[in-house]
T-cell receptor, first 115, second 111 residues
Framework: AQSVTQPDIHITVSEGASLELRCNYSYGATPYLFWYVQSPGQGLQLLLK??????LVQGIKGFEAEFKRSQSSFNLRKPSVHWSDAAEYFC?????????????FGTGTRLLVSP | AAGVIQSPRHLIKEKRETATLKCYPIPRHDTVYWYQQGPGQDPQFLISFYEKMQSDKGSIPDRFSAQQFSDYHSELNMSSLELGDSALYFCAGRASGYGYTFGSGTRLTVV
C-alpha cells in the first residue's frame, strides 16, 4: 500500500528566503504525486502534480518539485517565499495508470513565514 | 472554470442527529472520493465511487453511508452523530488520466 512521509511538522522561513519541503513516498509502481496547500479552515488547492515525463515539475505561485525515483522523494521548492505562502502543505500519492485509486496524504508541514 | 461544489459549507448538528453532505464534481469527472479531516489532521480517505458503484472503502464508520447518482453527484449520509465526527469533509472528483480536484469542504460541527 502506498504511504507518504513528511518529516517536518513545522518549518519557519524568513520572507524572501528559499524553501524546501520534504516528501518521501512508498509505492511499488509508478506513482502519481501531488502537492496541495491549505490555508486555515480552507480547502485543498493543488500546487502541482507529477504523472510522468520531466522529473522537475512547475506549479502555481512559483513552486516547483522534483521527482527522484532513486530516493523515493518529491520535494517542494520555492526560491523566494512570500508572507502569503504561510499555510499547511500536504504531499500526496496516488496509484499510477488508470483506475480509481484514492490519494494518500502525508501528515502535512506547516509553513511559518517570519518578517 | 467550474469547480467541485460541496454543500452545505457549514453545518451544525447535535449528537445523535443525522446529516447529509453533497458533492457535485466537475462535469465528466466520473469518480468521486470522500475524505475526512479532523482538526490538525491530514485528510483521511472514507469512500469512493465510480459510475455509481463503490470503488474503494477506507476508514468510514458503519454509521456513515454514501452513494453516487446518475449525474455523478454524491451524497454522504451520517447518522447517530458523535462529537468526534466534527471535522472538515472534502470530496474530490477525478476522470481517468486526470488529476484530482477537491471541493472547498463542508465543516461539520457536532455539539
Amino acid at each position: 500500500a502506498q504511504s507518504v512521509t513528511q518529516p517536518d511538522i513545522h518549518i519557519t522561513v524568513s520572507e524572501g528566503a528559499s524553501l524546501e519541503l520534504r516528501c518521501n513516498y512508498s509505492y511499488g509502481a509508478t506513482p502519481y504525486l501531488f502537492w496541495y496547500v491549505q490555508s486555515p479552515g480552507q480547502g485543498l488547492q493543488l500546487l502541482l502534480k507529477y504523472f510522468s515525463g520531466d522529473t522537475l515539475v512547475q506549479g502555481i505561485k512559483g513552486f516547483e518539485a522534483e521527482f527522484k525515483r532513486s530516493q523515493s522523494s518529491f520535494n517542494l521548492r520555492k526560491p523566494s517565499v512570500h508572507w502569503s505562502d504561510a499555510a499547511e502543505y500536504f504531499c500526496a500519492v496516488g496509484a499510477g495508470g488508470t483506475g480509481f485509486q484514492k490519494l494518500v496524504f502525508g501528515t502535512g508541514t506547516r509553513l511559518l513565514v517570519s518578517p | 472554470a467550474a469547480g467541485v461544489i460541496q454543500s452545505p459549507r457549514h453545518l451544525i448538528k447535535e449528537k445523535r442527529e443525522t446529516a447529509t453532505l453533497k458533492c457535485y464534481p466537475i462535469p465528466r469527472h466520473d469518480t468521486v472520493y470522500w475524505y475526512q479531516q479532523g482538526p490538525g489532521q491530514d485528510p483521511q480517505f472514507l469512500i469512493s465511487f465510480y459510475e455509481k458503484m463503490q470503488s474503494d472503502k477506507g476508514s468510514i464508520p458503519d454509521r456513515f453511508s454514501a452513494q453516487q447518482f446518475s449525474d455523478y453527484h454524491s451524497e454522504l449520509n451520517m447518522s447517530s452523530l458523535e462529537l468526534g465526527d466534527s471535522a472538515l469533509y472534502f470530496c474530490a472528483g477525478r476522470a481517468s488520466g486526470y488529476g484530482y480536484t477537491f471541493g472547498s469542504g463542508t465543516r461539520l460541527t457536532v455539539v
